[in-house]
């Protein structure tokens, strides 16, 4: 399963009904993932002190790779979706990946990821 940035950020937060619901996800043995993308927006927006429940959370992951393939399902995304879902790069590589790997999303912006067939969104 990827862990989309809004998920992984609320784990940041210690909002304990998400931090729940993603440790019941892992105690099923799912394997949990995140994007890069991810990883460089929680980058972008840390704040001084946030370093080390950055890297520990994402250590705990494993990491999805984008090559040229989750260019091209992002492209055909964003062409497709951009406008009618407000899609932007992001989002667009995040569910391309999820695409291409057969993996289950989860995330709270069921928006941005029209066609993706395997979305979930853990309860707040």
């Known amino acids: 399963?990827?862990?989309?940035?809004d998920v992984l950020i609320e784990v940041l937060r210690s909002n304990p009904q998400t931090s729940r619901w993603v440790a019941a996800q892992g105690s099923t043995g799912e394997t949990l993932r995140y994007s890069p993308v991810?990883?460089?927006?929680?980058?972008?927006?840390?704040?001084r002190g946030e370093e080390q429940g950055i890297a520990a959370l994402?250590?705990?992951l494993n990491a999805l790779t984008i090559d040229a393939t989750t260019g091209e399902l992002a492209g055909?995304?964003?062409?497709?979706y951009r406008r009618s879902h407000a899609?932007?790069?992001a989002d667009a590589l995040i569910g391309a990946s999820a695409l291409q790997h057969g993996e289950r999303l989860a995330t709270f912006n069921r928006r941005h990821y029209p066609g993706i067939p395997r979305l979930m969104s853990p309860d707040r």
Do not use: V
């Open 1 to 5: 399963m990827i862990l989309d940035s």
């Open 87 to 89: 899609l932007e790069l």
């Open 38 to 47: 991810s990883r460089a927006e929680i980058g972008a927006g840390m704040r």
């Open 58 to 60: 994402f250590a705990g």
């Open 76 to 80: 055909e995304r964003l062409l497709r």
